[in-house]
């Protein structure tokens, strides 16, 4: 079945620099991938989505890319403050369902 | 407003409880979905339904019975729980079940069985 692997499992960076997050997928019909931040004590929240008819997405200090060929999808946050501790879930759209990644655990250093 | 509310946001049940868990949105969102979170790990899909009809049942036990009164409201009813059951249950929607349509999650219930 559907497979999407991601790395790394957890991710420590200092504060203001950047953080990127790795998922591979492995159903070549997938054409949706969105990215969940899920904070302690809540649900996932939906912060970013690709759709493979384009290779790069951004919104403010996040971006997505997508290399449809080699079937990866990439997070990436500039100027990482304090807010943006939190799990970091990709996920592509295969068969009518969400396809998880494992998560990733931000850190954020002061 | 992409607003998915859930409640109770905590429970506590015993084995031999009936208990049940409500969400609820009001974006005209016509499928919705049941997880199960547990520690540590993503999502995994219990149930979906589109159009107040039960269309993916992802095996689960008889013990959760899911119950779309209406294309706003979701429940989960718990009967007979196992204390494995424990996890964080949360309730999701979408505009239609098929693909690229943004799914929102509400904030989850916090499910303890004893």
């Known amino acids: 079945g559907e497979n999407v692997e991601q790395h790394p499992s957890t991710l420590s960076v200092q504060e203001g620099d950047s953080a990127v997050i790795k998922c591979t997928y492995s159903?070549?019909?997938?054409?949706?991938f969105p990215w969940y931040k899920q904070e302690l004590g809540k649900g996932p929240q939906l912060i970013i989505d690709?759709?493979?008819n384009v290779g790069e997405k951004k919104d403010q200090r996040i971006a997505v890319t997508l290399n449809k060929t080699a079937k990866h999808f990439s997070l990436h946050i500039t100027e990482t403050q304090p807010e943006d501790s939190a799990v970091y879930f990709c996920?592509?759209?295969?068969?009518?369902?969400?396809?998880w990644g494992a998560g990733t655990k931000l850190i954020i250093k002061p | 407003d992409t607003e998915v509310t859930q409640t109770p946001k905590h429970l506590v049940m015993g084995m031999t409880n009936k208990k049940s868990l409500k969400c609820e949105q009001h974006?005209?969102?016509?499928?919705m979905y049941w997880y199960k979170q547990k520690a540590k790990k993503p999502p995994e899909l219990m149930f979906v339904?589109?159009?107040?009809?039960?269309?993916i049942n992802e095996s689960v036990p008889s013990r959760f019975s899911p119950e779309c009164p209406n294309s706003s409201l979701l429940n989960l009813h718990l009967h007979a729980l196992q204390p494995e059951d424990s996890a964080l249950y949360l309730c999701?929607?979408?505009?239609?079940?098929?693909?690229?349509?943004?799914?929102?999650f509400g904030p989850g219930t916090r499910l303890t069985v004893t």
């Open positions: 999701a929607s979408t505009v239609g079940q098929g693909e690229g349509y943004e799914q929102y």
């Open positions: 974006m005209g969102h016509r499928a």
């Open positions: 339904y589109s159009y107040e009809k039960l269309s």
């Open positions: 159903d070549s019909a997938s054409n949706y």
């Open positions: 690709i759709r493979s």
């Open positions: 996920a592509d759209h295969s068969n009518y369902q969400l396809i």
